[in-house]
T-cell receptor, first 113, second 113 residues
Framework: KAGVTQTPRYLIKTRGQQVTLSCSPI?????VSWYQQTPGQGLQFLFE???????NKGNFPGRFSGRQFSNSRSEMNVSTLELGDSALYLC????????????FGSGTRLTVV | ELKVEQNPLFLSMQEGKNYTIYCNYS?????LYWYRQDPGKSLESLFV?????AVKQEGRLMASLDTKARLSTLHITAAVHDLSATYFC?????????????FGGGTRLMVKP
């Protein structure tokens, strides 16, 4: 059974640029959520999508956005990158409503220089 | 706003010893998760606790949930070096539709031979 796939694994971007990260959930999982992990702030919720609709959003500026496609794959975009956006971005998928564990992908490590 | 606190944040212990990690959360929830993270890796699901009094065990790890006290514990029995990792508890925010995890700050466990 394939897990949650995130691409790319590593990214180096320059301040002011924008970046798009991709997440393919486990087959059959329709809920996809995104988290940012940094040494200073820990793991913070970004947003969650279900059936192409954003259901929840964390306390992040509007530069952070996302979307979900009809096949449940999700992308998140960060525009006008800042140094503080350097982090590990984790995607998690879940079968909504079954109270099972969230399965996390391997993450995308973004470095902004 | 849901807050999740773990303690201790750092734990250094000898092989063969027992110890407990504590996870307190601030609002009512009956969905609590424990994850393990190795350096540079993603989050691995350990336990899903869904009701008051729930207790789950896997190998040398045992997790419990007391929803009335808003407390979960992760007990380590006869620690071995392979358990060295960072452990996170996470609580499903009960006030929103959909899925949204709030994580504790993590407990970095080092087991010394």
């Amino acid at each position: 059974k394939a897990g949650v796939t995130q691409t790319p694994r590593y990214l180096i971007k320059t301040r002011g640029q924008q970046v798009t990260l991709s997440c393919s959930p486990i087959s059959g999982h329709r809920s996809v959520s995104w988290y940012q992990q940094t040494p200073g702030q820990g793991l913070q919720f970004l947003f969650e999508y279900f059936s192409e609709t954003q259901r929840n959003k964390g306390n992040f500026p509007g530069r952070f956005s996302g979307r979900q496609f009809s096949n449940s794959r999700s992308e998140m975009n960060v525009s006008t990158l800042e140094l503080g956006d350097s982090a590990l971005y984790l995607c998690a998928s879940n079968i909504d409503g079954t109270l099972q564990a969230y399965t996390f992908g391997s993450g995308t490590r973004l470095t902004v220089v | 706003e849901l807050k999740v606190e773990q303690n201790p944040l750092f734990l250094s212990m000898q092989e063969g010893k027992n110890y407990t990690i504590y996870c307190n959360y601030s609002t009512t929830s009956d969905r609590l998760y424990w994850y393990r993270q190795d350096p540079g890796k993603s989050l691995e699901s350990l336990f899903v606790l869904l009701s008051n009094g729930a207790v789950k065990q896997e190998g040398r790890l045992m997790a419990s949930l007391d929803t009335k006290a808003r407390l979960s514990t992760l007990h380590i029995t006869a620690a071995v070096h392979d358990l060295s990792a960072t452990y996170f508890c996470a609580v499903d925010d009960p006030g929103d539709a959909g899925n949204m995890l709030t994580f504790g700050g993590g407990t970095r466990l080092m087991v010394k031979p």
